[in-house]
């Protein structure tokens, strides 16, 4: 599944949308000319 999937996937959980819990968690990993506008990031941390 690839980063935005699993944005939107959180984004839907945190929203309420869905119920299945996810936790996207990436090391060392950089994310060029990537705009997370438009998703729910709260309770996150870089």
Same mark, same amino acid.
């Given at each position: 599944?690839?980063?935005? /999937? !699993?944005?939107? !996937?959180?984004?839907?959980? /945190?929203?309420? @949308? /869905? +119920? #299945? +819990? &996810?936790? @996207? !968690?990436? #090391?060392?990993?950089?994310?060029?000319? &990537?705009?997370?506008?438009?998703?729910? &990031?709260?309770?996150?941390?870089?």
């Amino acid at each position: 599944m690839d980063i935005l /999937s !699993k944005l939107q !996937k959180y984004t839907d959980y /945190s929203l309420g @949308i /869905s +119920k #299945e +819990k &996810l936790e @996207i !968690k990436y #090391e060392d990993t950089r994310f060029d000319n &990537l705009n997370f506008s438009g998703f729910d &990031l709260n309770n996150t941390f870089f």
